[in-house]
């Protein structure tokens, strides 16, 4: 999702994504000077040819490397299982739908996904995507309506556009997770799980007591395919421990 106080995806996803792990990283790609181009943007396109993830995304038909991300944090936690009811917020491109997926066994009937984003997604099978705000007033009533009643996960990949200014920046994001957070609160049946984005900053800690009053466990987990120099981070709370008005399953 992004921009206008909404939130855009950290995205990722494709198919097959099994046991993760770095692999080889190639010889790295000089980018040549180009008038067109800016310090900024010259700087990032060298990062994006020489990121090994990048190119094992578009090698294993992944929409983006943090595809991977996903994966890992699974590998690692174990919280995606068979059949499951999952909302992903913020999913553009749709790599993390496809990635859940996968795991849940929806191609084979198993299980539901509904994504949302602001941004356009490309079909992902299966999977129900509405193209909308996540912070618009209609959004949780219109995801709680396709997902059937309690979910056993949400995931939130959101992130607030940069202003450039990190306190700032910070405060978006804390925004967005604790507006995820209190949707998770609504939807969740007992039991389940939240993960959600964060960057490391004092600001969370609020978040993360609240979520150790409502989920058995909060850990925080930061996967190989973050990008070394990033402040990124995820916090995953399992065991949710219920609330009054959940919606009964349909």
């Known amino acids: 999702m992004s921009g206008k106080g909404g939130s855009r995806s950290g995205g990722g996803g494709g198919s097959g994504a099994g046991r993760t792990g770095a692999g080889a990283r190639d010889l790295k790609v000089e980018v040549k000077r180009s008038r067109k181009l800016s310090h900024s943007s010259q700087l990032w396109l060298r990062r994006q040819l020489n990121d090994p993830y990048v190119k094992r995304a578009k090698e294993a038909g ?25 909302i992903d917020l913020g999913c553009a491109p749709g790599g993390w739908c496809q990635v859940a997926a996968e795991r849940i066994g929806l191609k084979a009937g198993k299980g539901r996904i509904v994504g949302i984003d602001l941004l356009p997604v490309d079909p992902v099978p299966g999977v129900e995507i509405i193209e909308l705000d996540f912070m618009d007033e209609s959004a949780p009533g219109r995801l709680t309506e396709l997902i059937g009643g309690r979910a056993d996960g949400v995931m939130s990949d959101m992130a607030a556009n940069t202003t450039g200014h990190r306190k700032t920046d910070h405060l978006k994001i804390i925004g967005l997770a604790e507006a995820a957070l209190e949707f998770a609160r609504d939807v969740l049946a007992p039991g389940g799980f939240f993960l959600c984005k964060l960057f490391q900053g004092g600001e969370a800690g609020a978040l993360i007591t609240e979520l150790k009053r409502d989920f058995a466990l909060v850990r925080h987990l930061k996967p190989a395919a973050s990008r070394a120099d990033s402040s990124e981070m995820y916090v995953l709370a399992t065991g949710f421990r219920g609330a009054a008005g959940t919606p009964e399953a349909g």
């Open 62 to 86: 992944y929409r983006s490397r943090a595809a991977f991300k996903l994966a890992e944090m699974d590998d690692r936690a174990k919280f995606l299982k068979q059949g499951q009811k999952l």
